[in-house]
């Protein structure tokens, strides 16, 4: 039986994404979605999602390197342009096990999205579905039924995230009350 694509990408996060070919021998540019460029030259495999064609493939690195603003990559069995064209907008998915483990008081976005989030009585405010990047500081975008919340990342008003309970408590911001 074949895993539907929720349960292949089960533990994987998007890191990035192969936006065009780069010479004729099948190499690709790779844009990351996120500022973790030191990590890329460790990747050894991934599976690329394309949306639109609905269609997936497990891959391997072969060779990376850094070009500016993105890398320019090499995959196995991937060898002429015309294979790389095939694999233009696909998203990258690695598994979350292939980032170093987040210390105390720092996180990966994905551990914080789908956190229950409780103000200071432990009542439930709704859940972490995004996470803006203001440049000072990351905000959080929390859903319920009835609306959505922005939160500031910074101390006043987060109070403590249980990446493993996936539960962040929060001081509700003065605005909002």
């Known amino acids: 039986m074949m895993k539907s694509l929720e349960e292949l990408l089960q533990g994987y996060v998007p890191f990035g994404v192969l936006s065009n070919t780069h010479g004729l021998n099948g190499d690709l540019k790779l844009y990351l979605f996120s500022n973790l460029s030191n990590l890329v030259s460790s990747l050894t495999e991934a599976i690329a999602y394309n949306e639109e064609q609905k269609k997936y493939v497990a891959v391997q690195f072969e060779k990376v390197r850094r070009a500016n603003d993105h890398f320019i990559i090499h995959l196995a069995g991937i060898d002429t342009i015309s294979e790389a064209e095939r694999l233009k907008g696909f998203i990258i998915y690695v598994s ?82």
């Open 96 to 177: 979350k096990n292939f980032f170093p483990k987040s210390l105390d008081g720092e996180y990966y976005f994905f551990e914080l999205i789908d956190c229950e989030v409780f103000d200071e009585a432990n009542n439930s405010i709704g859940v972490v579905r995004d996470i803006i990047e203001t440049g000072n500081n990351d905000v959080i975008v929390v859903k319920n039924k009835k609306s959505e919340i922005l939160i500031p990342v910074v101390e006043r008003y987060v109070l403590s995230i249980d990446k493993e309970a996936k539960r962040v408590i929060v001081k509700v911001p003065e605005w909002l009350e």
